[in-house]
């Protein structure tokens, strides 16, 4: 049987209803969609921009409109060079390749002024990558860009300061190797890390990187005395001065050897501080008194 005309115009009615019902709840969504990528945009730590195939600006947000010292409106339809041309020959470098390869480019560090500073040269980090419409047409490419000066100042001044230390460093390892009194540094308190210069190893009769600490790892070839009394290995100087933060001045002590031989030695030591007064080890020193021989 036929159905109703009235009857079918209701079904088609109903159906066209539920249809627009279906795309008015997919416009909510795409538009929620797009203010949540809106805000993302604007309130994104990093300056963004999004530029057509000419290089010319169709979206800034806010802070990289600040960096550049002009206002958002300012930049739509400009390019780069129109407005701060300071960057912009590294900064369209990177457009180029980017439109060329369509592959992005990722944290490309350069220095350039803004017409916010122009006397003020920073350093910036700038990730730019291409975009695309759904037949993946290239319609331009979007940048972020972070100024990074301070790190970049800060991380080459650890490296400056590394490089002294280095220096440093070796320049003391060659004044200890050359000196001729006996020397020797305890890295912590329990003296089981010291090291020793080329002194100290000839007279204590040491290996290469073997150490003289008694209460470091190893045994040493030799034992210590206070005149006929063995010294325990905590109460030297060196263990004494790590522990504590005991000083010792002009002590006179003894090594005794395998072989029978005694080296007669006096002995400063004195605790290593941290930069809030800790101890955190010990230097000590003696020279060869001949005493006996």
């Not at 050359?178 to 190893?201: G, L, Q």
Request: a negative charge.
């Amino acid at each position: 049987m036929l159905m109703p005309v009235g009857l079918l115009a209701a079904i088609l009615l109903a159906r066209q209803q539920q249809h627009l019902a279906a795309l008015a709840g997919e416009a909510r969504e795409l538009r929620r969609t797009v203010l949540h990528l809106e805000s993302l945009f604007e309130q994104a730590p990093l300056g963004m921009a999004v530029f057509d195939t000419d290089g010319r600006f169709l979206r800034i947000n806010s802070l990289l409109a600040d960096i550049n010292g002009l206002t958002p409106g300012d930049h739509i339809g400009k390019t780069l060079r129109d407005l701060v041309p300071g960057v912009a020959d590294a900064s369209e470098a990177a457009f180029h390749q980017v439109m060329q390869s369509r592959q992005p480019v990722v944290g490309m560090v350069f220095d350039g002024a803004t017409e916010a500073n122009p006397g003020d040269k920073r350093t910036w980090r700038l990730s730019v990558h291409p975009v695309f419409d759904r037949s993946q047409k290239l319609l331009g490419v979007s940048a972020s860009v972070e100024d990074i000066t301070e790190r970049h100042r800060l991380t080459a001044a650890l490296r400056d300061s590394e490089q002294r230390e280095r220096r440093r460093a070796a320049e003391l390892e060659s004044v200890m190797d050359t000196a001729p009194v006996a020397i020797f540094i305890a890295h912590d308190r329990e003296c089981r890390h010291v090291t020793a210069n080329a002194t100290c190893r000839r007279l204590l009769r040491l290996a290469p990187g073997e150490s003289p600490s008694m209460t470091g790892p190893g045994i040493r070839p030799y034992d210590v005395y206070d005149g006929e009394d063995a010294v325990a290995p905590e109460h030297l100087p060196l263990q004494r001065a790590a522990a504590s933060g005991e000083e010792t001045w002009g002590r006179e002590l003894v090594a005794r050897f395998a072989d029978g031989d005694r080296l007669h030695v006096t002995m400063n030591a004195v605790p290593l501080r941290d930069e809030r007064g800790r101890v955190m080890g010990a230097v000590a020193a003696f020279i060869d008194t001949g005493a006996g021989r």
